[in-house]
């Protein structure tokens, strides 16, 4: 598998995916009276990912931009792996993404009974059969690529003992795995999937919508594709390893004689430094390797939310990588960058410093507070200012000062001048260490009264720009620096004798506490921040008044140092 790379700023963005391609096409050629309708299908199995993200934004976008519909099904053939909290993420997060399924929600379990007669149609014309084999014989007498499967001795029942067989099954008559509905194909038939597949199977669980009604249930790929057909979906776009399930799915439309849908199969999303299978992400979750399934940490939508990414971030990713046809990973500073184009346009500048030193400015009055006035956001001057004070105690970022510092070091050492951020001009005088230790305690510095709101009082130049907070004023604020879940490039490529999860990266949470300016205090839950110099923070659901908590959504890529 290839990782992409892209150049960000040379993305093809109007040229049209061989999808749209088809599609207008298919207008063009007048088929199904012009009309595209989709459908997301998700299985209500575990909650939605980067990668379902991407088809969603992919079938209702092509239904918008083709005056058609999209339908939301859930595919919810396995009561046994699903679950009604599912259901409810997965529409709380298709509506965050900004999508619309009107009254178009739709069950799969809807059409169960539909499922059913499709089955006895099959029975009626022999191309299905109930088998008393254990799934365990089933799979062994399959064959294998190179050789041929192995006939079961049921396979020629008759109609009427089928018919029969089949209603019991549905009667509840049979223990689980005591026999199943096969389709009667060709147990030598190149493709494995056409061997005499499963069509039903005796499950004694309750289901979460048809509760006790049914003890027998079609498979997924007995549902699937005939549930797009009754939905007269026109475009049923799925991810690629659903290419070899097109022969059957053909069949069933073939053999039952009803609306066939187009099949068109793309490339799964998959991320650097990520995993997405939901088996995989369910394991997180249950094992608590995270916390959660909206751990800021997890490429889930909820995750991703709560992490603070927009739905515009999500889109302009999903745009930029385009549909593609053979499988690829992206690299996941692409989705990065996109959180940060966009927060940098809506997202306030706030000051916070994360790993304080204490500076005291000698020469500033004692008990003196000035409100100085700061930007809120740059990119946005309707966002107007705000007031922060200032006084004679701050703290700075300890990074930002250098005792002896390197050559090209522009922020503050002794005998340097910096300005400090809405500020003053400060010129470090003195460096106070603990005695015993070495380790420098405070730093005292001067300022020049001339220079308020960082402005030169006359042509002279500071190099460096940093950020503080007033000691006396700044409010605590619990931050959470969330960094890759995994430390592997490709994690669910994994070597021999090991497992997935022993790439996880044991840093990729560090809480800490930092020192922020007072506006912070009372913050409402998912607000998003530049902290000035360090990057973007979202207020964390656990924020509580006057105790803010942030989650490190993506670090700047520039700070004012370089950019200057
Ligand atoms: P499962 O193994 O449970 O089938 P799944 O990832 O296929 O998992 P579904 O709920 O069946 O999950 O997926 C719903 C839709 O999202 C399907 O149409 C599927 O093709 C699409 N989808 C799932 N994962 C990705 C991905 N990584 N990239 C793009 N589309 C995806
Ligand atoms: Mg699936």
């Known amino acids: 598998m290839e990782t992409e790379k892209f150049d960000n700023n040379n993305l093809p963005s109007n040229s049209k995916n061989f999808i749209e391609q088809i599609i207008e096409e298919d207008i063009k050629n007048n088929k199904n009276g012009g009309s595209v309708h989709t459908r997301f299908p998700p299985e209500p199995n575990g909650y939605l990912h980067i990668g379902h993200a991407k088809s969603i934004i992919l079938n209702f976008g092509l239904a918008k931009k083709y005056n058609g519909l999209c339908n939301l099904r859930f595919d919810d053939t396995?009561?046994?792996?699903?679950?009604?909290?599912?259901?409810?993420?997965?529409?709380?997060?298709?509506?965050?993404?900004?999508?619309?399924?009107?009254?178009?929600?739709y069950y799969a379990s809807d059409y169960f009974e539909?499922?059913?007669?499709?089955?006895?149609?099959?029975?009626?014309?022999?191309?299905?059969?109930?088998?008393?084999?254990s799934p365990d014989e089933i799979s062994k007498q399959r064959g294998t690529v190179t050789t041929k499967g192995i006939e079961s001795p049921y396979r020629n029942r008759s109609i009427e003992e089928n018919l029969d067989l089949f209603r019991r099954m549905r009667n509840g008559e049979f223990e689980e795995g005591s026999c199943v509905l096969r389709a009667k194909i060709d147990m030598s038939h190149p493709n494995m999937l056409m061997r005499d597949p499963i069509l039903y199977r005796i499950i004694k669980t309750s289901h979460h919508r048809t509760g006790d009604k049914w003890c027998i249930y079609p498979m997924y790929d007995f549902a699937h594709g005939q549930c797009d057909s009754i939905e007269r979906i026109t475009h049923s776009i799925c991810t690629l390893e659903f290419e070899v399930h097109k022969q059957l799915y053909d069949w069933f439309v073939k053999e039952l004689e009803i609306f066939a849908p187009q099949q068109i199969e793309f490339a799964r999303l998959n991320l650097?430094?990520?995993?997405?299978?939901?088996?995989?992400?369910?394991e997180l979750v249950e094992n608590k390797y995270v916390n959660g399934w909206d751990d800021p940490r997890m490429p889930t939508i909820c995750g991703l939310r709560r992490r603070g990414y927009t739905p515009e971030s999500i889109k302009m990713f999903s745009d930029k990588i385009g549909v593609a046809r053979r499988d690829n990973t992206i690299d996941v500073s692409l989705l990065e960058f996109c959180v940060r184009e966009h927060l940098n346009k809506i997202a306030e500048r706030r000051m916070a410093v994360l790993n304080p030193l204490k500076v005291v400015i000698t020469n500033y009055p004692d008990n003196h507070i000035e409100e100085l006035d700061a930007v809120n956001n740059p990119e946005d001057f309707e966002k107007g200012t705000r007031k922060i004070p200032f006084s004679r105690v701050i703290y700075i970022e300890r990074d930002d000062f250098i005792e002896n510092p390197p050559q090209h070091f522009f922020r503050l050492s002794p005998g340097n001048e910096v300005r400090l951020r809405y500020a003053y001009f400060i010129k470090c005088t003195d460096v106070i260490k603990d005695p015993t230790t070495g380790e420098i305690k405070e730093i005292h510095c001067t300022y020049d009264p001339a220079s308020k709101g960082g402005n030169s009082p006359d042509g002279r130049k500071v190099k460096g720009t940093i950020h503080w907070v007033s000691a006396n004023h700044c409010i605590e604020a619990e931050i959470r620096l969330y960094d890759r879940l995994f430390l592997s490039e490709f994690p669910?490529?994994?070597?021999?004798?090991?497992?997935?999860?022993?790439?996880l990266n044991p840093d990729s949470l560090k809480i800490i506490k930092a020192f922020a300016e007072p506006s912070l205090a009372n913050v409402d839950i998912n607000t998003r921040f530049?902290?000035?110099?360090i990057g973007y923070f979202t207020a964390d659901k656990d924020t509580m008044p006057g105790k803010p908590v942030f989650n490190r959504t993506v670090t700047l890529k520039d700070s004012w140092i370089r950019k200057k």
């Not at 909290?85 to 993404?97: H, M, N, P, R, V």
């Not at 530049?530 to 110099?533: D, H, L, S, V, Y």
């Open 492 to 503: 669910e490529q994994v070597e021999e004798g090991h497992n997935y999860t022993d790439y």
């Open 78 to 105: 396995n009561p046994v792996k699903e679950d009604i909290e599912y259901i409810d993420s997965i529409k709380e997060d298709i509506k965050w993404l900004g999508f619309d399924w009107e009254d178009r929600e």
């Open 530 to 533: 530049q902290f000035e110099r």
């Open 114 to 133: 539909i499922l059913y007669e499709y089955a006895e149609k099959l029975i009626k014309k022999e191309k299905a059969y109930v088998c008393d084999l």
């Open 272 to 282: 650097t430094y990520t995993v997405m299978s939901k088996r995989k992400l369910l």
